[in-house]
């Protein structure tokens, strides 16, 4: 059974950060994109960040960029996503997310991609 396991949500104030997590198991995702994403209630599911297969290229969301890294252990078959300087306007649900097709990757789009996690809640308090 293929899983993605995501954690390390919680509660911080602003201008903190947290560091989320998330291991995949059932297959490797060795060569696969992984990625985050978050939905705050009434909103649709947004991009945050993702990383190639190979590691090398890195995409981020506008309203993230120099604030969150990702990162992979293609070894462990894990991704993390550190946030700093974290806001009141990113408090949301996050999901990783895994998938082959690069394209799919490249478009960002979250109704392209294959396997997610099962979230974890990220509040972020003024």
Do not use: H
Not at 9 to 37: E, I, K, M
């Amino acid at each position: 059974q293929v899983q993605l396991v995501d954690s390390g949500g919680g509660l911080v104030q602003a201008g903190g950060s947290l560091r989320l997590s998330c291991a995949a198991s059932g297959r490797s995702f060795d060569s696969a994109a992984l990625g985050w994403f978050r939905q705050a209630p009434g909103k649709e599911r947004e991009f945050v960040a993702s990383v190639s297969g190979n590691g090398f290229a890195r995409i981020y969301g506008d309203s993230v960029k120099g604030r969150f890294t990702i990162s992979r252990d293609t070894a462990k078959d894990t991704v993390a996503l550190r946030m700093d300087s974290l806001k009141p306007e990113d408090t949301a649900v996050y999901y990783c997310a895994a998938e082959d097709s690069a394209a799919a990757w490249l478009a960002g789009e979250p109704n392209l991609w294959g396997y997610w996690g099962q979230g974890t809640q990220v509040t972020v308090s003024s």
